[in-house]
Structure formats: structure tokens, C-alpha cells
């Protein structure tokens, strides 16, 4: 297979690859550096130029921003299977004949230990037959892989953001709350475990708890009274009714 | 010292205090069988009146729900110190000479084996003798024992309502969006369980990440695109402008 990309997830699907029996003949990059260390560590073939990918390749893996899959797929002739590796792409952007998308839902850090198997993988193709071939590959690397329409995977890169991202900036938000009362937002992580202990047994709706979920209205207005910042009131406020509806059906 | 209330915090804080050696000689509440049950428990009297409570108390806690926190306290006539045991309610809502708030930042369950050396408390007093006293009963029980006023406490309380209530709303978001793309919420647990690893090291804002953080409001756009829901939409919105703001200064 050829590697087009040398960040972080060329670097960990390079390995992935690797690791189960298929050999990386060449890497290319933007970045010409880490392109050639990438292909020393896989002793693989550093690639200058994109229209030098060589005959023997049955797979190019695009490992690129999402703003350069359409660009570089442009530029690659060939009837190998060319597969992007964007979470949120569709698998359109590619022009080749032979398309597919290869995501893993959890994000990867270069020279980082990653145990691949528990890491879900959704992937795509415009063919039964590659996305079979795709799947044989995946399945030797995780439990979980899942063949997904770009439309379907979308959705879930905006589930996946707003568990990770935005969870994490509500915690941002927290500790911001508690700094103002001098406490340090270590008081919140007995909490913060046992409700990530907590969703690994039930569906998250069903251990709903706090003030919007019991229409406890005096506290939530409380908590109004002493938030200054108004896009936060607003956020508050967003996020309790919506709980109120799903619990109290108002 | 006196217990009122029979719920899950009468229950926890008995517990707590018995095992820490101090005596409880009776628990009254509104729920008679209850309040039976947990003082036979106790080896403790069952109080039938609040106008019966003991000379002997030296300490009587509230644990009952915020809205009767004012009623009961005007019911107790004391020189014994009260206490109620709310995030929200301030200490004022005591009318008693001498009052104070011990509240447990996490949720207790009655019948749920606990371990409190590792709740965090905040507590509050009138005068800094009693909050002294508290202060030295509780950290015979937690290792983390604040005192804090009750407007610092109200921040905490919401604090925590955004870290455990809020997010677990998140949660739920993700799997309404999971489901529409046929895909279990478990895929999801293994960037839950990184990010709550992460909290436990570093600050929140410093590992924020996703298309917000780092500017990408194309992904933004493709993800407001396929948000039907109005009120989900300004949610998204607002979130991802806070966490913009907050990363570049905008």
C-alpha cells in the first residue's frame, strides 16, 4: 500500500497496517521531513512526487486534511483503491474509481502506545466488494468496525464531538465556576468517574439526574441568578429545557 | 446529636457520623415508617414530634428536602447547633442562634456501600467556633473538607450540576444522533473514558480539541447542516462560540 500523509494518523494507520501482515511500499507528504522519517521507521520507499505511485500498490491511504482529499485524489491516477481517512469528508471528495473511507473514532497521537483493538472504525466504499476487502482488513485490527454511509458517519463524528469536545468544555466551565468559589476543580472528579462509570452500564437518559430532570425550577433559577456571563444563562438554559422536555415531556 | 429526615442523605450522613463515634439518639421524619426503620437501625429513638427533641443533642441535622429546610428550622427550639445538609439553600434559611450546612458534593444512594474518605464536603458555619467543630468532625471522614459561604457553595452545586448533569444530558445527545446512524453508544466509551483519564492530569481548557478549538468552521458547518432540531442547533452553536472565544480571542 502507499501512505499519502506523515502527521498523526498516517503515522498510527502506518503502523496499524503494518501490524497485521500488510507491507507499506511508499510514504508522501506535503511535509518532505516527515515524510522521509515515516518511510525510514517503515522501511518503505520515500515518494516525491504523487504521479510516481508505483504499479504494485492495491491501496493508497490518504491521510490528509480534510481540505486536501479532493485536491490530491485529483492527482492520483490509478485503479488501486484510494481511501480517505476524514471522519467528516464525504467519500465524494474522492474521484477516483475505486473510493472508500477508513475512520477510527478515537483521535491519534503520533508516537503514542494505542491499543488499536478497542479503538471503533467506521469505513466505507462505492463497492460491496471493497468494502468487504476494506472490512477483512479492519477486523483483524479491532473488535469494532462498522460499514457506514459518509452521511451516517457524520453523524457520528458530531455525537463523538459533543461526548469528547464539548463535554470537556463544560468542564472547562465548571472549573471556571469553581474558581470563583476558590475551590479546585478536583472536588468534581469523584463525580466526573462515576458517571463515566455510570454510562458504561446504563443509556445515558435513564440516569438522568439534578434540578431539570426533577423540575426542581427554585434551584434551576438559583443557579440563573448567579451566572453573570450571558451566553452561559443562555446555554443553561438551552440545556435544562431541553432535559425538562425529554423527562417531563412539557 | 438529632437526625431529621429518613432519605438518602439521613442515611448516609447516620452512617457517617456513627462511624466516627458520635451518637445518634434519635431521627424523626415526615415519613414515619421510614424514619422507624432507620432508627432501628441506629439502635437510635424514634422522635415523633420536633417539639420533643432531646436536651441532650448537641448537634441536630436537617436532611430534608430544600423546600423544608426554613419550616423545620423555625419548628426547632434549640441551644443545640443546626445544620442543614443543601448545595443550594443558603445558611440564612436557618432561623436558629446556631446553624452551619455540612453538604457532600456527591450524590448519595441509601442501601449503597460508600466511601466517604474520598467525598469532597463543603461546610459552613454562623460563628468560627461551630464551623471549627464541623470542621473537625468531618475530617475524621473525608480527606477534603472545605468551608466555604453559601454563595461559594451555590457555585459549586452548579458547578457540579454542568459536570455530572449537564454532561450526562451530552451523552444522551450523542446517542439520539448514534441511533439515527444505527450505531450503538458504546463506540463512543472509549473517548469518554480518555477524556475523563485526562481530567484527572491536566486542566480542562488545556486539552480542549475539535473542530471549535481549532478553528474549523467547515466541520461546524457540516455539522449544524445536519442538526434538524432548533433548540439542538443553538446548543451546538453556542458551545462551539465559547469554546472559539476562549481559544482564539474572537
Redesign the interface.
Known sequence: MTMIGSGNVAWHFSKMFKSVGIEILEVHSRNQEDAKKLSKELNARHLDRLDYISDETDLIVLAVN??SIEIVSNQIRTDALVVHTSG?ASIEKLSNGRKGVIWS???LRKNQETDYS???F?IESNTENDAAAIENVIKKISQ?V?I?SS?????????????????????????E??T????P?S??????????RK??SF???E???????RGDQ??IE??LN??QEP??K???R??S???KK?HHDL
Chains 1, 2 share one sequence.
Open positions: 480534510d481540505d467528516t473514532i478515537q483521535s478497542k479503538i471503533p467506521l469494532q462498522f457506514k452521511e451516517e458517519r457524520l453523524k457520528a463524528h458530531l455525537g463523538a464531538v459533543i461526548a469528547n469536545n464539548f463535554v470537556n468544555h463544560l468542564y472547562s466551565i465548571s472549573q465556576l469553581l470563583e468559589a476558590k475551590l476543580f472536588i468534581l472528579l469523584p463525580i466526573i468517574e462515576e458517571e463515566t454510562v458504561h443509556e445515558p437518559k440516569i438522568q439526574t439534578g434540578p431539570a430532570a427554585k434551584t438559583s443557579h448567579i451566572i451566553e452561559l443562555e446555554i443553561y438551552l440545556i429545557d431541553r432535559i425529554l
